[in-house]
C-alpha cells in the first residue's frame, strides 16, 4: 500500500511519526550524530542519543532544533528523509504530504526553512500546524467548537500556552522553557549543592524516575554517578523527589506565569469556559509528577493531564491527515 501522507511531530526532544491506518510508527530522539572530518551523518534517532557524552573528537551527536526551530538546515533535512524513508520505505510511488508541527510562536523564516527542508526531503507539500491546535486535537478537544478550551503545550523546547475557540488560537503564548531546560537545571542544581558533574542522560534519566512538580510527604531516591569537582574523581550521589521538584521550580514558575499572561488577554466569556473545564496538559514534560496539581495550587483553575500526553501533537497530526479538506483553513502555511 502506496502512502501520500505523513504526520510529523518534529520536536525539540523527540521526532513521532505518524501514518493514515497505521498510527504511530516512529517515536525516536531528535539527535543526530555527525563524523566531522567527512561532515556525514552516522547516525539518526535512538542510535545516535545513545551516543551523546560518550564519543571522542571527531564525532558529534546533535540536535538539529532549538526550542522548537530548525538551528541547523542542512541536518534537519537529513533527519526529516531518514524519518520518511522509515516511515514509507524507499520505493513508495508516490511523494506523500507532510503536516509538521511547529510552535505556535514561529516566524515567517523559521517556517519557510522547514518547509523547504520538508520539500528538500522528498515531500509533495509540506503544511505547517502549529503545535497548540495539534495538542488539543489529539488530547481530544472539539476545536471547532464556540466554548473556550485552553492547552498548555510542555515539550522539549518550548512550552506552548493557547485558548482555542473555532477552529482557532484566540490568545497564545510560546515561551522556550521546558524539559531540555528542566534537565539542564537539574544538572546546576547538582553542581551548585554537592559539587558533582553529571550528564544530560543522568539528569533526564533522574527527572524521569522521580521528578515532581510540587515537593511531598514521601520522598522518592535516585541514585546518580557524576565527577567529583574538587577532586576530580567519579562519584556516587543519591538525591531525591524533593530536591528535583526544588531545581526545577523555577522554570514551571516562569510557565505558570506565561498562562497567567494568557489568561491576562482572554476574553472573559472563554475565561469563563476555561474555569469550568479546566487546563489541559500535554506534551512530554506533562508527564512529571504532580503537575496538574502544581497549576491548581498556583493559578486556582483544575488541571488535567491528557491521556498519552507525549503523543498528543502526533495525534492531533493523524486527526488533520485524515480530515486535510476540512481542517486546512487551520493550517499555516502551504507550498
Known amino acids: 500500500m502506496f502512502v501520500r501522507k505523513i504526520g510529523i511531530d518534529l520536536g525539540t526532544t523527540n521526532t513521532v511519526v505518524f501514518l493514515p491506518n497505521k498510527g504511530f510508527i516512529i517515536n525516536e530522539p531528535t539527535i543526530v550524530a ?29 540536535r538539529p532544533l532549538k526550542d522548537g526551530v530548525i538551528a541547523d538546515y542542512y541536518i534537519t533535512r537529513a533527519m526529516l528523509k531518514y524519518f520518511s524513508r522509515k516511515a514509507i520505505g ?105 559539587s558533582i558533574s553529571i550528564g544530560e542522560q543522568t539528569a533526564e534519566a533522574a527527572k524521569i524516575a522521580i521528578g515532581t512538580a510540587v515537593p511531598t510527604k514521601t520522598k522518592i531516591e535516585f541514585q546518580i554517578r557524576g565527577r567529583d569537582l574538587i577532586s576530580g574523581l567519579p562519584r556516587d550521589l543519591t538525591i531525591n523527589s524533593n530536591e528535583i521538584a526544588e531545581a526545577l521550580n523555577p522554570h514551571l514558575m516562569d510557565i505558570a506565569a506565561s498562562v497567567q499572561s494568557v489568561f491576562n488577554e482572554t476574553p472573559p466569556e472563554l ?33 488535567y493531564v491528557a491521556e498519552e500526553s507525549i503523543l498528543c501533537v502526533a495525534k492531533g497530526s493523524g486527526i488533520i491527515l485524515e480530515h486535510l479538506d476540512i481542517y486546512k483553513r487551520t493550517l499555516l502555511s502551504k507550498k
Open 271 to 303: 475565561v469563563a469556559d476555561v474555569m469550568e473545564k479546566g487546563i489541559i496538559l500535554s506534551g512530554g514534560s506533562a508527564g512529571l509528577r504532580n503537575i496538574s496539581e502544581f497549576f491548581k495550587r498556583l493559578l486556582g483553575v483544575p488541571a
Open 90 to 194: 524507499r520505493w513508495n510511488a508516490f511523494k506523500p504530504d507532510f503536516v509538521i508541527s511547529a510552535p505556535a510562536g514561529i516566524t515567517t523564516t523559521e517556517k519557510r526553512a522547514i518547509i523547504n527542508a520538508a520539500l528538500e526531503s522528498g515531500a509533495k507539500n509540506a503544511y505547517i500546524v502549529r503545535e497548540p491546535l495539534l495538542a488539543a486535537l489529539g488530547a481530544g478537544i472539539t476545536i471547532n467548537s464556540s466554548s473556550g478550551n485552553m492547552i498548555v503545550n510542555i515539550g522539549g523546547g518550548t512550552s506552548e500556552v493557547a485558548v482555542i475557540s473555532l477552529g482557532g488560537i484566540v490568545c497564545w503564548s510560546s515561551l522556550r522553557v521546558a524539559g531540555n531546560h528542566f534537565d539542564s537545571a537539574i544538572i546546576d542544581y547538582v553542581k551548585k549543592k554537592y
Open 34 to 62: 555527525l563524523s566531522l572530518p567527512e561532515n556525514s551523518v552516522l547516525a539518526v534517532g535512538r542510535e545516535a542519543k545513545e551516543m551523546i557524552g560518550r564519543t571522542p573528537e571527531d564525532i558529534v551527536a546533535y
